[in-house]
């Protein structure tokens, strides 16, 4: 029988190309210097320089590897009950008029990733139920690289910008973002950010969200990944989506549970969604999507938190170990501040302490972005945006004075 | 006003609704042969020993940390579970033109290649490649291939239910008239629903047609190792369409065999035609998953890499596997002679032929329905069973109402 040559082109030859997604780490760890500074990761970074085990989380995961009455059955779709309950009021408060009314459900996901993933899908198959919406939806300048992306991916190519960090002042300038939300299309989605920004970590005061809340034609998808984090209260951080909730908005909330308890390798998620009518249908609609995601999330770091999330003591412990994370944070900023402020120069450095949580923008251009990186072997994101936690006493000083010089020397 | 306000109800998916069914049914008799998990003979959910050994090992370590994995997984974990795929001594792998992606369970597998298959197979962005699933197939086949974007999902004649087979001749019938480069999911072994797999000279006789009309192989492979008991033996057609030189995906599922059904653990193997054209494909597949899941699980991964990759657990892990592959063989010979003594009507032979989890008994929606409401034996509507969910202390009242069904209902 003749025997048919397979072809000598591969079927994958269209395939370009694709530059890594983690180049700057990759860089960072074949960077061989011995001062070298990772400051453009995701993840809190101890006093030691490495990420963090909670004890609570090491104990309970050692509980969970010798119960005999756990099950390794498939879970829910929608992942456990105990766990998106928890999740649940955690975000919005026992109390909420919406769980009360019983207006919300959640979804255990895959990271914050896959919350934002699953929500963007969701909306886009159920979003005025018409023929497929496809936008637009309304990111903050700047953003995480991969934000646009999750949201092309799920189908909804019309992703716009709303103006949010200003480089002059270094803050948020509110005026302009309510302008960009006050002309925006009827209906549009718009990604707002509660426990702090990604990248710059600004924040919005209580007044700046109300009047940001007022433009009630808008459907408001929040990202809350480090709750607790930021102010140091799980209550003040998540305050923007209360009070959305509280004037009786639909809207939905991506959470990340990584930070808060370490677990990022295990990627705890959940997608909480506020509506006023329909919830079955949309969970049913939820689910449908989940089936073609993941078919059901992974157990183990959502049972490590829902088991912390439901026994009063542990809560207790756990909201104390956040609330240190905060506080460390803050100490690094006011550091950080201070010994700027003694090297000397027309500089202001106020903008460094006022938010709080993980991340921080200085008023970097590339060039000094660039040196910092190829000359001082400190990284960090192009955009001058660092992660405050991987500073420590260490290499402080190292820290800012190379800042100082980037800033100082003719570029 | 609502913005959800139209949202339609979905429908419920139909193994789903059966389980639920199940736990509300008060009826002390009452046997779930539904859902696609292994039971113990006291009808248990089964951890692993290797499993609850290795667990523990993972729970002690202090030096293991919590950081994001790599976008494309842990890199142990990849490498071991292709090999399980392809065999240790795999020229492909020799050759470094195997690559493979961590996924969330067989489904995120699927979910991976599918996505990239949309985006770079057959032209760039071209959603109207047709894409074949078999007829019965997995119920959620087709849902992962549209949701990635396909808009043309068709079956391909597989199950004769006359006969009780496999429709050979319609199966390469439809090979032969598809599109050239179509789309092929194909059941590495122990056929999802019906059990039934193609012999080797079958296999043999479909590559050669898809070779021909340069057909794209990809391979859903759930159940290694649980079919026959031999993980080697239950991947011969993966590694037999590698031989002959296709370019080909595995997605690959570790819930089954490892009873690892909630740590959602899965692998997608890629065979390129060289390692140029597997690095394009897996830096695409990165930036898929980077806005999929961003990062996969830790804790399955670890302790599946663990033990392939440590020779004595992976000695204890195939016995385990070939424990649970064991109690399906004994179950299928007992079904079968109990039928057989009760002389119930037509051939039960398939019911030892087929191979895996599950089998298809053949019994019509009527009887189904008959043996669900009356005899509180539940079961799909297409007459699936899974095996596993028979024991010494149910097979007897089974038989008894298969063959009662059988007998009155027509």
Same mark, same amino acid.
């Given at each position: 029988?003749?025997?048919?040559?397979?072809?000598?082109r591969?079927?994958?030859d269209?395939a370009?190309?694709?530059p890594?997604q983690? %180049?700057?780490?990759?860089d960072?760890?074949?960077?061989?210097?011995?001062?070298?500074?990772?400051?453009?990761?995701?993840?809190?970074?101890?006093e030691?320089?490495?990420?963090?085990w909670?004890p609570l989380?090491?104990?309970?995961?050692?509980?969970?590897?010798?119960?005999?009455?756990?099950?390794? *059955?498939?879970p829910?779709?929608?992942?456990?009950?105990?766990?998106?309950?928890r999740a649940t009021?955690?975000?919005l408060?026992?109390?909420s008029?919406?769980?009360?009314?019983?207006r919300?459900?959640?979804? &255990?996901?895959v990271?914050c990733?896959?919350?934002?993933?699953?929500?963007?899908?969701?909306?886009r198959s159920?979003y005025?139920?018409?023929s497929?919406w496809?936008?637009?939806?309304?990111?903050?300048?700047?953003? =995480?690289d991969s934000?646009?992306?999750?949201f092309?991916?799920?189908?909804i190519?019309?992703?716009?910008?709303?103006?949010?960090w =200003?480089?002059?002042?270094?803050g948020?300038?509110?005026?302009?973002?309510?302008?960009?939300l006050?002309?925006?299309?009827?209906?549009?989605?718009?990604?707002?950010?509660?426990?702090?920004?990604? #990248? @710059?970590?600004?924040?919005?005061?209580?007044?700046?969200?109300?009047?940001?809340?007022?433009?009630r034609?808008?459907?408001?998808?929040?990202l809350m990944?480090?709750?607790?984090?930021?102010?140091? !209260?799980?209550?003040q951080d998540?305050? #923007?989506?209360?009070?959305c909730?509280?004037?009786?908005?639909?809207?939905?909330?991506?959470?990340?549970f !990584?930070?808060s308890f370490?677990?990022?390798?295990?990627?705890?998620?959940?997608?909480?969604c506020?509506?006023?009518?329909?919830?079955?249908?949309?969970?049913?609609?939820?689910? %449908?999507?989940? &089936?073609t995601?993941?078919?059901?999330?992974?157990?183990?770091?959502a049972r490590?938190v829902?088991?912390?999330l439901?026994?009063?003591?542990?809560?207790?412990?756990?909201? *104390?170990?956040v609330k240190?994370?905060?506080?460390?944070c803050?100490?690094?900023?006011?550091?950080?501040?201070?010994?700027l402020?003694?090297?000397?120069?027309?500089?202001?450095?106020d903008?460094?302490?006022?938010?709080?949580?993980?991340?921080?923008?200085?008023?970097?251009?590339?060039?000094?972005?660039?040196?910092?990186?190829?000359?001082?072997?400190i990284?960090?994101?192009?955009?001058?945006?660092?992660?405050?936690?991987?500073?420590? !006493?260490?290499?402080?000083?190292?820290?800012?004075?190379?800042?100082?010089?980037?800033?100082?020397?003719?570029? | 006003?609502?913005?959800?306000?139209?949202? #339609?109800?979905?429908?419920?998916?139909?193994v789903?609704?059966?389980?639920?069914?199940?736990?509300?049914?008060?009826?002390?008799?009452?046997?779930?042969?539904?859902?696609?998990a292994?039971?113990?003979?006291?009808?248990q959910?089964w951890?692993?020993?290797?499993?609850?050994?290795? *667990?523990?090992?993972i729970a002690?370590?202090?030096?293991?940390n919590?950081e994001?994995? #790599?976008?494309?997984?842990?890199?142990?974990?990849?490498?071991?579970?292709s090999?399980?795929?392809?065999?240790?001594?795999?020229?492909?792998?020799?050759?470094?033109?195997?690559g493979a +992606?961590?996924c969330?369970?067989?489904?995120?597998?699927?979910?991976?290649?599918?996505?990239f298959?949309?985006?770079?197979?057959n032209g760039?962005?071209? @959603?109207?490649?047709?894409?074949y699933?078999?007829a019965?197939?997995?119920e959620?086949?087709?849902?992962?291939?549209?949701?990635?974007?396909f808009?043309?999902?068709?079956?391909?004649?597989?199950?004769d239910?006359g006969?009780?087979?496999?429709?050979?001749?319609g199966?390469?019938?439809?090979?032969?008239?598809a599109?050239?480069?179509?789309?092929?999911?194909?059941?590495?072994?122990?056929h999802?629903?019906?059990?039934? =797999?193609?012999?080797?000279?079958?296999?043999?006789k479909?590559?050669?047609?898809?070779?021909? %009309?340069?057909?794209?192989?990809?391979? =859903? !492979?759930?159940?290694?190792?649980f079919?026959?008991?031999?993980?080697d033996?239950?991947?011969?057609a993966?590694?037999?369409?590698?031989?002959q030189?296709?370019?080909?995906?595995?997605?690959?599922s570790?819930?089954?065999n490892?009873?690892?059904?909630?740590?959602?653990?899965?692998?997608?193997?890629?065979?390129?035609?060289?390692?140029?054209?597997?690095?394009? +494909?897996?830096?695409?597949m $990165?930036?898929?998953?980077?806005?999929?899941?961003?990062?996969?699980?830790?804790?399955?991964?670890?302790?599946?890499a663990i @033990?392939?990759?440590?020779?004595?657990l992976?000695?204890?892990?195939?016995?385990n596997?070939?424990?649970?592959?064991?109690?399906?063989?004994?179950?299928?010979?007992?079904?079968?002679?109990?039928?057989?003594?009760?002389?119930t009507p037509?051939?039960w $032979?398939?019911?030892t032929?087929?191979?895996?989890?599950f089998?298809?008994t053949g019994?019509?929606? %009527?009887?189904?329905e008959?043996?669900?409401?009356?005899?509180?034996?539940?079961?799909?509507?297409?007459?699936?069973?899974?095996?596993?969910?028979?024991?010494t202390?149910?097979i007897d009242?089974?038989?008894?109402?298969?063959?009662?069904a059988?007998t009155?209902?027509q």
């Amino acid at each position: 029988m003749h025997q048919h040559e397979m072809s000598a082109r591969s079927v994958f030859d269209g395939a370009v190309f694709m530059p890594s997604q983690m %180049k700057l780490l990759e860089d960072f760890k074949r960077d061989t210097h011995p001062d070298k500074v990772n400051l453009a990761g995701r993840e809190y970074v101890g006093e030691h320089g490495h990420t963090t085990w909670l004890p609570l989380v090491r104990k309970i995961k050692q509980q969970i590897a010798t119960d005999p009455t756990l099950t390794p *059955e498939y879970p829910p779709n929608l992942g456990i009950p105990e766990f998106t309950r928890r999740a649940t009021e955690l975000a919005l408060g026992k109390d909420s008029p919406a769980i009360v009314e019983s207006r919300v459900f959640g979804v &255990q996901t895959v990271g914050c990733t896959g919350a934002v993933r699953l929500g963007a899908e969701l909306l886009r198959s159920c979003y005025c139920s018409s023929s497929s919406w496809s936008g637009p939806i309304l990111l903050s300048s700047p953003c =995480d690289d991969s934000l646009a992306g999750i949201f092309k991916a799920a189908g909804i190519e019309d992703v716009q910008y709303y103006r949010f960090w =200003d480089a002059e002042s270094n803050g948020v300038c509110v005026e302009n973002m309510v302008r960009d939300l006050e002309n925006a299309p009827e209906q549009c989605l718009v990604v707002l950010f509660a426990s702090g920004h990604r #990248p @710059t970590g600004a924040e919005l005061s209580h007044e700046d969200w109300k009047r940001v809340a007022e433009k009630r034609q808008l459907f408001p998808f929040f990202l809350m990944s480090a709750q607790g984090l930021c102010s140091g !209260s799980l209550e003040q951080d998540a305050w #923007p989506v209360r009070h959305c909730v509280s004037l009786g908005l639909e809207l939905l909330c991506a959470q990340s549970f !990584s930070y808060s308890f370490g677990l990022y390798g295990e990627r705890v998620g959940h997608l909480l969604c506020v509506l006023k009518q329909n919830l079955l249908a949309v969970q049913s609609q939820a689910e %449908k999507i989940v &089936q073609t995601l993941w078919s059901c999330p992974p157990m183990e770091g959502a049972r490590v938190v829902a088991t912390v999330l439901s026994n009063p003591a542990h809560l207790v412990d756990w909201q *104390e170990s956040v609330k240190a994370i905060a506080e460390r944070c803050m100490l690094i900023r006011e550091r950080l501040r201070e010994r700027l402020r003694l090297l000397g120069g027309p500089w202001q450095w106020d903008h460094i302490i006022k938010p709080g949580g993980l991340y921080c923008c200085f008023g970097l251009n590339t060039q000094q972005v660039e040196f910092l990186v190829q000359k001082k072997h400190i990284y960090l994101l192009p955009n001058g945006c660092l992660n405050v936690s991987a500073i420590n !006493s260490r290499n402080l000083d190292y820290v800012a004075e190379s800042i100082h010089q980037a800033l100082s020397s003719k570029l | 006003m609502s913005i959800f306000g139209e949202v #339609p109800q979905a429908a419920p998916v139909a193994v789903f609704k059966l389980t639920a069914d199940f736990r509300e049914d008060q009826n002390p008799s009452k046997v779930n042969l539904g859902v696609g998990a292994y039971r113990t003979e006291e009808c248990q959910p089964w951890v692993l020993p290797v499993v609850r050994k290795v *667990e523990k090992m993972i729970a002690d370590d202090h030096s293991l940390n919590h950081e994001y994995l #790599p976008i494309l997984g842990l890199p142990e974990f990849r490498s071991s579970a292709s090999k399980i795929a392809l065999g240790e001594d795999s020229s492909a792998i020799k050759d470094k033109r195997v690559g493979a +992606v961590q996924c969330l369970g067989g489904t995120g597998a699927l979910k991976i290649g599918a996505e990239f298959l949309r985006r770079w197979y057959n032209g760039t962005d071209n @959603t109207k490649t047709p894409v074949y699933v078999s007829a019965p197939t997995w119920e959620n086949h087709n849902a992962v291939f549209s949701n990635a974007g396909f808009e043309d999902i068709r079956p391909y004649k597989y199950w004769d239910a006359g006969k009780r087979g496999l429709d050979l001749e319609g199966f390469l019938g439809d090979l032969e008239s598809a599109p050239d480069h179509s789309i092929f999911v194909l059941h590495a072994c122990a056929h999802n629903p019906t059990g039934t =797999d193609p012999t080797q000279d079958q296999w043999k006789k479909i590559a050669d047609v898809m070779k021909r %009309k340069s057909l794209f192989a990809f391979f =859903d !492979s759930a159940y290694q190792g649980f079919a026959s008991g031999n993980l080697d033996k239950d991947a011969w057609a993966v590694r037999y369409f590698v031989s002959q030189g296709f370019e080909l995906f595995c997605a690959q599922s570790f819930s089954k065999n490892f009873g690892l059904y909630n740590e959602r653990v899965g692998n997608l193997t890629v065979v390129a035609k060289d390692q140029d054209n597997l690095n394009r +494909v897996l830096s695409q597949m $990165e930036k898929i998953a980077r806005v999929t899941w961003s990062n996969p699980p830790s804790q399955g991964a670890r302790l599946v890499a663990i @033990t392939l990759n440590t020779p004595e657990l992976f000695a204890e892990w195939k016995d385990n596997v070939k424990t649970m592959a064991d109690r399906v063989l004994l179950m299928r010979a007992q079904l079968k002679e109990k039928l057989k003594a009760l002389g119930t009507p037509g051939t039960w $032979e398939h019911i030892t032929e087929q191979i895996g989890m599950f089998s298809f008994t053949g019994l019509n929606p %009527k009887q189904v329905e008959y043996m669900v409401k009356e005899k509180h034996i539940y079961l799909m509507a297409s007459g699936r069973i899974n095996m596993c969910g028979l024991t010494t202390k149910n097979i007897d009242y089974v038989a008894e109402s298969i063959h009662e069904a059988v007998t009155t209902v027509q």
